[in-house]
């Protein structure tokens, strides 16, 4: 499909006004998502918040359904939470594990998430990668046989640069050790498949899939619904409805409904417009990306050309300030991308990387356009 026939992606949002290579951040929401988020916010303010939840439950119910379609997991095993941090956090609060537990991951694994492990008291061991950073699914095979870890975690689509892990397989791996395989989706949802069978699934709205600040997605498998530890009032306990899990109860507490029927939204107009179109057309858009910047004087593109994702990494060979590009780019071409500081992949960055995140309405004009305002900073 041609750059043009994706131009319905742009005329269903708001005029750009600056040049917007930046969805790996924040995606820019459509017009049927705002409408959406206001008319609810209306009804809150014209009939009361709880009357107006009661409600939009069909609404609600219909995209736990449609994220539970693109995470592979049964409605009744999807939650809303308001980001993909807190998601991990209510799965590192609720799951079964014991302080000293391992969980294996990557050298790419996203910061926060290393962060978050070892608070809780789980030591990280690294699994083996090839060439390109994605998991070596013979290695993965042999530790689950020899030297099983509690929990297994990847990062599906890494965020500082452009790296798809083989999640599906890895999960197949997994589900016959019997370890437990838990996806951070962040970056991943909206952007390519998702259904990869794993045991827990997690991931913001506000990215690939366009949706709002403060609405993000936690998917668990059935196996494990009554084996998570789960704390919740009686006044709660009465108000569960009669076809939900246990993960019911960790949304069941005072949340932002206007985002998530934002993400209701978001979700509904993206199952409408063929996702495998949309995550070919992104992988498409990644690789015309890195070569528009191949040999751009100055910068070297980090990874394969053909990568399998939207996401560009550029690497300062003159000794360039990465934070102070992204700022010039801003606020002297009106280019708005993302300066990646080491923390967000300690294990694997040596020093930031400016990241090109495109969606499928990218143009070579665009591209153009990124790259001389790049030469002109040299």
């Not at 306990?237 to 993960?247: D, E, K, M, Y």
């Not at 070919?280 to 990306?289: K, P």
Request: hydrophobic share 50%.
């Amino acid at each position: 499909m041609s750059d043009s026939q994706w131009s319905w992606w742009r005329e269903r949002r708001l005029p750009a006004e600056l040049s917007y290579f930046d969805n790996a951040a924040v995606g820019r929401s459509s017009r049927a998502t705002l409408a959406a988020m206001a008319s609810y916010a209306e009804r809150e303010a014209a009939i009361g918040g709880y009357v107006a939840a009661a409600q939009a439950a069909p609404v609600l119910a219909e995209g736990l359904a449609s994220l539970g379609f693109l995470l592979g997991v049964p409605a009744a095993g999807v939650a809303f939470v308001p980001s993909a941090q807190d998601a991990l956090d209510l799965l590192l609060a609720t799951w079964p594990l014991r302080d000293g537990d391992t969980v294996a991951v990557v050298r790419s694994e996203w910061g926060p998430n290393l962060h978050a492990f070892t608070h809780r008291g789980l030591r990280i061991t690294e699994l083996a990668t090839d060439a390109d950073g994605a998991v070596d699914l013979a290695a993965l095979e042999s530790v689950l046989a020899s030297a099983p870890p509690a929990l297994v975690h990847l990062t599906q689509v890494t965020s500082h640069r452009p790296l798809v892990q083989p999640v599906a397989a890895a999960a197949a791996l997994c589900r016959a050790a019997g370890v437990p395989l838990w996806v951070d989706a962040a970056q991943a949802l909206g952007h390519t498949d998702t259904a990869s069978g794993a045991d827990a699934v997690y991931a913001t709205g506000r990215k690939w899939l366009t949706g709002p600040r403060g609405a993000g997605v936690l998917a668990v498998a059935e196996p494990w619904w009554d084996r998570l530890t789960i704390g919740a009032s009686d006044l709660v306990t009465g108000t569960r409805p009669a076809q939900s899990s246990p993960i019911w109860f960790l949304m069941a507490g005072e949340a932002s409904l206007v985002a998530r029927i934002g993400l209701c939204a978001a979700v509904s107009e993206y199952v409408q417009s063929d996702p495998p179109q949309i995550w070919h057309r992104l992988a498409e858009v990644g690789h015309h990306s890195r070569l528009a910047l191949l040999d751009l004087p100055g910068w070297s593109v980090v990874g394969p050309v053909h990568a399998g994702s939207a996401i560009t990494a550029l690497r300062a060979t003159n000794g360039q300030d990465i934070p102070a590009t992204r700022a010039r780019l801003l606020d002297a071409h009106r280019i708005v991308t993302t300066a990646g500081a080491v923390t967000r992949a300690p294990r694997e960055m040596t020093q930031p990387l400016l990241r090109i995140s495109p969606h499928v309405d990218c143009t070579p004009d665009d591209l153009a356009r990124l790259r001389k305002a790049l030469l002109d900073l040299s």
